[in-house]
């Protein structure tokens, strides 16, 4: 990336996948100015902890997008049900061009297309449909990608890096459920392997799905 984009449109089919998949960027493109909107396609209310609220995974991404600098009216949060994504693609790929005609994003941010979980297979495909002419990358989340096309690099700063592992600080549900990849640990060490690749210190790394300057 040379120039930075004006707007830039995040996709997450579930609340914490935009942090966790290009937190770095968000942080980097906000401290840039550039206008950045986040929709999420599911509030996941079925990974929340027993007992816990059903928003509860919600509201912790609009604390952790809020500590990214996003405000309240740049999020949108669908209520789709987690797994059955593929049920509602038309539903999606509607959404998906009603925003594109009314934000007009000059930069997509979606999930690689070597993501393999049904949810986010769907969300990158008809990410592909809607956004065939926009630049459009992929974001990868490892544990979900058996393999990877990493030929796309954001560079980050070290408060990049920091901003993001604050962001994901925010959601205790999943802490709580020990997923390590919201652990401070795991964000610095990705970013310095991308960054290695990338020759910078940090860096978070893309799947360039279609380019357009
Ligand atoms: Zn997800």
Redesign the pocket.
């Known amino acids: 990336m040379t120039t930075p984009p004006k707007r830039l449109l995040v996709l997450?089919?579930?609340t914490?996948?935009a942090e966790l998949g290009c937190g770095g960027t968000i942080a980097k493109m906000i401290r840039q100015q550039v206008e950045v909107r986040i929709l999420a396609f599911?509030r996941?209310e079925d990974s929340v902890p027993p007992g816990a609220p059903k928003d509860m995974i919600e509201q912790e991404m609009r604390k952790s997008l809020h500590s990214l600098g996003i405000p309240a009216s740049a999020i949108e949060v669908l209520g789709l049900p987690v797994r059955i994504f593929p049920s509602y693609r038309q539903e999606i790929l509607e959404r998906l061009v009603a925003v594109r005609r009314e934000f007009a994003p000059d930069w997509v941010l979606t999930?690689s297309e070597h993501d393999i979980?049904q949810?986010?297979q769907v969300i990158h495909q008809e990410s592909v449909r809607a956004f065939n002419a926009t630049r459009l990358w992929g974001y990868e989340?490892p544990w979900n990608n058996l393999k990877s096309e990493l030929n796309g690099f954001v560079l980050l700063s070290e408060e990049d890096v920091a901003a993001k592992a604050r962001a994901l600080g925010h959601y205790q549900s999943q802490i709580e459920l020990k997923r390590p990849y919201f652990t401070e640990k795991f964000t610095e060490s990705l970013a310095m392997l991308r960054g290695l690749q990338a020759r910078s210190a940090y860096a978070e790394a893309f799947q360039i799905i279609r380019e357009r300057q």
């Open positions: 997450a089919p579930h914490d996948d599911s996941a999930v979980h949810d986010h989340l």
